[in-house]
């Protein structure tokens, strides 16, 4: 080793640095290892065949996601409603709202007294 070499803050003994073309941690993850994002993304936008009355359709699997849960909600099941209502909050509602001062229409509104209305004893009860 060098006389001249000082060692000190940023500045490591030399006989400590990684090597060249060596990992700092050969154990770690491997290289195109998916987080659990990038697999739901890729199995969400994968197509499906699905059968619409008496012809076939292809969509994505959030879409069919997205109509068997509307199917639900609209055969009256309280907890799918509930979910799209949310959902529609949250991503249809939302966007609107950027140029409006978020008053929904009377048709909206009246809907949703109407739910609104239908659920509050359900609660209750609970």
């Known amino acids: 080793m ?3 070499y000082e060692v000190g803050y940023k500045k490591p003994p030399k ?3 990684f090597k060249k073309g060596l990992s700092g941690n050969p154990c ?4 195109g290892a998916k987080n659990l994002k990038t697999i739901l993304e890729a199995e969400l936008s994968e197509t499906i065949v699905v059968r619409e009355g008496d012809r076939q359709k292809k969509i994505s ?4 996601v997205v109509k068997a849960l509307l199917a639900k909600a609209l055969k009256g099941d309280p907890r ?3 979910l799209v ?5 949250q991503h249809i509602l939302a966007d609107q709202d ?4 978020g008053a929904l229409s009377e048709t909206d509104q ?17």
């Open 61 to 64: 699997k959030l879409e069919g």
């Open 28 to 31: 770690g993850r491997p290289k």
């Open 98 to 101: 950027d140029g409006e001062d």
């Open 2 to 4: 060098s006389e001249d």
């Open 110 to 126: 009246a809907l949703l007294e109407q739910y609104i209305a239908r659920e509050k004893p359900k609660s209750e009860g609970s």
């Open 80 to 82: 799918g409603m509930d």
């Open 15 to 17: 006989h400590s640095r």
């Open 85 to 89: 209502l949310r959902l529609a909050a």
